[in-house]
């Protein structure tokens, strides 16, 4: 299996890409509502995840970043206070990529993350790795899962250059661009 990217779409809406960069909100669940930036030359899709929850996908028009989102909530913040458990659940959400990998193990990395905490791993396709990849397929995926104030972010950044600047905007907005929107009081 290369490392295609995938995503379950039962509802979306595209959101065309504009000149400029922009920012997106995006109700996850009940009345809790995220900022999205939107790099310049990116598309948002919103739609549902696998497990039904709200789904997101930022792709770019040249087809060589494709970043998913999902949400879960942390109302006990124990996600965000062990490694451990976040490490366990990429065991089970990442699995998929570590046959296929050069590193053939999940090699666990923490991140620091605006009010909270995160971990990640990369996983290079042996099959691609040193090539280029045809389209559709990239020779990295970078998983990971962030969370802060009760709210954890499953993240898949597929690309094939982790030194790209489209890479590095990829884990600026997982770490910290993409963020909670405050709430507004109800009158």
């Known amino acids: 299996m ?24 995006v109700e996850i669940f009940g009345r809790r509502k995220f900022v999205v930036p ?6 948002l899709v919103r739609g549902l995840d696998r497990g039904g929850g709200v789904g997101l996908r930022l792709a770019n ?37 570590v046959a296929d990998s050069k590193e053939k193990a999940m090699q666990f990395e923490e991140i620091e993350v605006r009010g909270g905490a995160g971990t990640y791993c990369v996983f290079t396709d042996e099959k691609l790795a040193g090539k280029t990849p045809p ?21 898949k950044i597929f690309n094939n250059d982790l030194r790209a600047e489209d890479y590095r905007e990829a884990m600026a907005l997982v770490r910290e661009t993409l963020r909670e929107r405050p709430a507004t009081p109800l009158l």
């Open 38 to 43: 939107v790099p310049a030359g990116c598309t």
């Open 2 to 25: 290369k490392f295609a990217a995938w995503f379950c779409l039962l509802v979306t809406v595209a959101s065309a890409a504009a000149p400029a960069p922009r920012e997106e909100i």
């Open 135 to 155: 389209p559709g397929e990239f020779v990295y995926v970078t998983a990971g899962v962030r969370v802060s104030r009760g709210v954890a972010v499953l993240f």
């Open 61 to 97: 028009a040249d087809g060589t970043l494709d970043v998913h989102i999902s949400f879960a909530a942390d109302p006990t913040g124990e996600i965000a206070g062990s490694a451990r458990v976040r490490k366990e659940i990429m065991v089970d959400a990442f699995s998929e990529f």
